[in-house]
C-alpha cells in the first residue's frame, strides 16, 4: 500500500498562474483534508471531504476549490496563484471523522513569485 | 487569539532524559491529537486521546478536559526522537493546530 501520496511534491509559479494539486489514498477512507503549513503558524486546515461527492471549507479556504469527484481522490485548485499562498500543503485522510487518526501525505512546497 | 498553545517552543535534551512537552487549549473539543513532524517534513500521527492516558513504546500522552490541557512525555530520550512535535484539537469536522515544539536529543 502506497498510503497517502500528493503530486507534485514541488512546484514554482507565477502570480495569477493555475494549478492543482492532487492527493490520494488507496487505504479506502472517507475522511480527506488539505492543510497548508506556514513557518511559525503551524498547520491550518483548507478543506475537507467526508465522502465522495462532498466538499466543505475549513478555517482559511479563500482562494483554494476543491473537488472529490472520486473516493481515493482528492484535488486542491488554485485559480490564481498569489504569493500569499507560497507554502508547503499537506494532504490527510482518515477512516471516519475528525477523532480517528490521520494519515498524512509528503506534502507538497509551493512557492508563487 | 490561538485556540491551541504549546510549551516550550523549543526544547533541547541529552540523550536519556525524560521529556514534556505542554498544550494549552481554549475550546471545547472532542478529541487531541499528537502528531511528529520528523526533519525530511514527514508527518505522523502519535496519538489521538479523548480522555485519559495512552501509552506506546516510550511515549506517554495524558489529558486532563476540564483544565483544557495535554502532555506528551518521552521516557528515555534518543537522538531518534527529535523532531517538531504538535498538538492539535478537534471538533465538528474542524481542527486547529498548535505552532508545534522543536525537540533536539543530543547523545
Known amino acids: 500500500n502506497a498510503g497517502v501520496t500528493q503530486t507534485p511534491k514541488f512546484r514554482v509559479l507565477k502570480t495569477g498562474q493555475s494549478m492543482t494539486l492532487l492527493c490520494a489514498q488507496d487505504?479506502?477512507?472517507?475522511?480527506m483534508y488539505w492543510y497548508r503549513q506556514d513557518p511559525g503558524m503551524g498547520l491550518r486546515l483548507i478543506h475537507y471531504s467526508v465522502g465522495e461527492g462532498t466538499t466543505a471549507k475549513g478555517e482559511v479556504p479563500d482562494g483554494y476549490n476543491v473537488s472529490r469527484l472520486k473516493k481515493q481522490n482528492f484535488l486542491l485548485g488554485l485559480e490564481s496563484a498569489a504569493p500569499s499562498q507560497t507554502s508547503v500543503y499537506f494532504c490527510a485522510s482518515s477512516p471516519t471523522g475528525i477523532n480517528y487518526e490521520q494519515y498524512f501525505g509528503p506534502g507538497t512546497r509551493l512557492t508563487v513569485t | 487569539k490561538n485556540e491551541v498553545e504549546q510549551s516550550p517552543q523549543n526544547l533541547t535534551a541529552q540523550e536519556g532524559e525524560f521529556i514534556t512537552i505542554n498544550c494549552s487549549y481554549s475550546v471545547g473539543i472532542s478529541a487531541l491529537h499528537w502528531l511528529q513532524q520528523h526533519p525530511g517534513g514527514g508527518i505522523v500521527s502519535l496519538f489521538m486521546?479523548?480522555?485519559g492516558k495512552k501509552k506506546h513504546g516510550r511515549l506517554i500522552a495524558t489529558i486532563n478536559i476540564q483544565e483544557k490541557h495535554s502532555s506528551l512525555h518521552i521516557t528515555a530520550s534518543h537522538p531518534r526522537d527529535s523532531a517538531v512535535y504538535i498538538c492539535a484539537v478537534a471538533w465538528s469536522n474542524d481542527m486547529r493546530f498548535g505552532a508545534g515544539t522543536r525537540l533536539t536529543v543530543k547523545p
Open positions: 487505504m479506502n477512507h472517507e475522511y
Open positions: 486521546l479523548s480522555s
